[in-house]
């Protein structure tokens, strides 16, 4: 968790999510978390519990300019429904950082069943990664079974409410507000910053909407590295080889096809992660990655 991140989206405290997944005993959570100092953060959780051994990732301030994905580990005892995890590393953050800039979620709370569609809801430590005090607060997480039914029922009564003039009903929809929380963008002059422990990366690029000519430049520590190239349906692999402790991707809009913006989905890969992102840019825009190898 950043320590001075503090935004957060506000549907998500309108409607307070969380996604259960009946993949074995794989759980997806969103909500918010709420500091001591009575700010909000969205907040998504992804646990993965085995033997009462929990693992997964969170995801920070999403869609914000602090958005910081975090590895969990933690145990879930189901004699006492305690449920305790803490996070433990970053996957990637659009946070600036230094050595003593995130603050780690530590949570310990009863729940009636890891796998039920029960809320999580308590409150946290935040501890630095030498384990002194940073900001504590609460954690408030819902199922996302139940707010996606929700929203439907929200958006259909918004199309029959006849106060709503039918230009606004054709562009408001709860339920594709809460689709577009579930993609990482990035935006124009951002940096996500990824932390790897692998020799190299692989880049997956292509157009997961309709094709419409956008093309890009691809820089490597500001050398070009793919040039003009076309993003379409077929995926354009690259290996970065990661021969220094930092090295920046860096993607450039040429142009906005014939649908604005520039769109690329890029996939970021290397030995334990796989990393989702969306480009959305203008013109001449430039947005960039940094893996950053740790030990």
């Known amino acids: 968790m950043p320590k001075k991140s503090t935004s957060f989206i506000l549907i998500l405290t309108l409607l307070l999510f969380n996604k259960t997944i009946y993949a074995q005993n794989e759980q997806e959570y969103l909500g918010v978390i709420k500091l001591n100092d009575s700010s909000f953060i969205s907040y998504r959780l992804n646990l993965f519990e085995n033997n009462n051994l929990i693992s997964g990732y969170s995801i920070t301030d999403i869609g914000g300019d602090h958005e910081t994905k975090s590895n969990i580990t933690g145990t879930y005892n189901n004699k006492t429904n305690m449920l305790s995890f803490k996070e433990i590393g970053i996957i990637y953050t659009k946070s600036e950082i230094s050595d003593y800039d995130f603050c780690y979620i530590h949570f310990e709370g009863k729940v ?7 809320n999580i809801e308590g409150e946290f430590r ?6 002194s005090t940073c900001i504590d607060g609460e954690i ?3 199922n996302i079974e139940k707010i996606e039914k929700k929203a439907g029922k929200i958006d259909k009564v918004i199309q029959k409410s006849k106060r709503i003039d039918n230009t606004i009903k054709s562009t408001v929809s709860v339920a594709q507000t809460l689709d577009t929380l579930k993609m990482n963008i990035l935006k124009p002059n951002q940096n996500l910053t990824m932390f790897s422990t692998s020799s190299e990366v692989k880049l997956k690029i292509y157009d997961a909407g309709k094709v419409d000519g ?5 820089y490597i520590n500001d050398t070009i590295f793919l040039r003009n190239f076309v993003v379409n349906k077929k995926i354009k692999q690259l290996t970065i080889p990661l021969k220094s402790k930092s090295t920046t991707v860096q993607v450039e809009a040429l ?9 690329a989905k ?4 290397d030995d334990e992660n796989n990393i989702n992102t969306l480009t959305r840019l203008k013109t001449r825009e430039k947005t960039s990655i940094t893996i950053v190898k740790s030990n």
Do not use: A, F
């Open 112 to 118: 009636l069943n890891v796998n039920s569609k029960k």
């Open 140 to 142: 408030k997480l819902k």
């Open 266 to 269: 890029i996939e970021i890969i």
């Open 126 to 131: 935040g501890l630095y990664s030498d384990g």
């Open 255 to 263: 142009n906005i096809g014939t649908i604005s913006p520039n769109t």
């Open 214 to 218: 956008d093309k890009i430049n691809i």
